[in-house]
């Protein structure tokens, strides 16, 4: 049996001035790609040689990464024979952990050479990789939320957002590990979300959470799976109906006449005018008080510090704190 295959290496982001390398494995109309710890510059990669040039004017050390990129095709190559003679064509998991186990050290065997008439001492000497910290999946997710809420300032919105995707996860697979997060582990993830009524944009932020965790456990050597590197399936999200009042329809609003039995319209349309005229969320508006007020503009702090500037318009209009629910209630009122 042979199997056609291509073994090509590439900067996955030629736009970038630095960006990482990787050996894209490409066989029987499956494509898989492995790191290779290298951060090129693209003007230090020859495509067409498939080589390093020379890198930080040293010559020496671009060898020395090309003899690395050189035994990783080695390793590639001989891999793909063991498959051919037992006449099996892998799977993209059974490529990656036949690489993953052929390229990690194995035990050797030292000789010291013997002294006259004495007999030749052997001793196996066992290379063992550095293990990731023996630490659950949870209690390290627990930990992310902890250290992370203190240091970046979590609000509660974004606690709330990390509880969710803790409960996905949980919902998804009570007994999950790090080591499932492969290729196949996060595409039954989005599977599992996309069948529980989640639309492709709600995946792709849940997507970007789990990458965060991932990576910061990654980094603290929690665990050695890197597949949230790379693997990062492209999900089409349906574009937006914008929906907003043109100008003949907010001067309608602001110059109809409020029956006088409907008095309490008045002030809610007065809010509802502001909002339109500053670009305030109603949040944010209802939160404001006369000290956020300076010189004809509005200094408050969101997310970031926010300026907005008072047009004529907008003094016109009082500011008066509301409840939501009176107020979507007597907005949809005024709007009929």
Not at 286 to 308: A, F, S, Y
Request: with cysteine.
């Amino acid at each position: 049996m042979i199997i056609k295959r291509t073994i090509k290496f590439s900067l996955q982001n030629q736009r970038n001035a630095e960006s990482r390398l990787r050996m894209r494995v490409s066989y029987d109309g499956k494509r898989l790609d492995f790191q290779t710890g290298i951060i090129l510059d693209k003007d230090n990669w020859d495509e067409g040689q498939q080589r390093v040039i020379l890198f930080n004017s040293s010559a020496a050390l671009a060898n020395d990464l090309n003899d690395k990129l050189s035994q990783m095709q080695v390793d590639m190559v001989s891999i793909f024979r063991d498959f051919e003679l037992r006449n099996v064509m892998p799977t993209t998991a059974e490529l990656r952990y036949a690489y993953k186990y052929h390229s990690t050290p194995k035990p050797q065997v030292v000789a010291t050479l013997p002294e006259k008439d004495s007999n030749v001492s052997v001793q196996q000497v066992d290379i063992k990789p550095e293990k990731p910290k023996s630490k659950s999946l949870w209690k390290c997710f627990d930990e992310f939320v902890k250290v992370n809420g203190k240091l970046n300032d979590w609000t509660p919105a974004t606690h709330e957002k990390f509880s969710a995707l803790r409960n996905h996860l949980t919902g998804f697979d009570k007994k999950l590990t790090f080591d499932k997060f492969d290729e196949e582990g996060i595409s039954n993830f989005i599977d599992y979300l996309g069948k529980n009524g989640m639309k492709n944009s709600t995946i792709n932020k849940q997507l970007g959470f789990l990458r965060w965790f991932l990576r910061w456990c990654y980094e603290k050597g929690y665990h050695a799976n890197r597949t949230f590197e790379y693997y990062k399936p492209k999900l089409k999200n349906a574009s937006k109906r914008v929906v907003f009042l043109t100008a003949e329809e907010l001067t309608t609003i602001e110059t109809m006449k409020i029956p006088a039995k409907q008095v309490a319209l008045g002030p809610i349309r007065d809010i509802f005018l502001f909002t339109c005229y500053t670009g305030l969320r109603y949040s944010d508006a209802c939160n404001l008080t006369w000290d956020d007020i300076h010189n004809g503009k509005i200094e408050i702090v969101t997310e970031r510090p926010l300026t907005v500037f008072l047009s004529r318009s907008t003094q016109r209009h009082r500011l008066f704190l509301t409840s939501m629910l009176t107020y979507t209630y007597l907005i949809r009122r005024c709007c009929q």
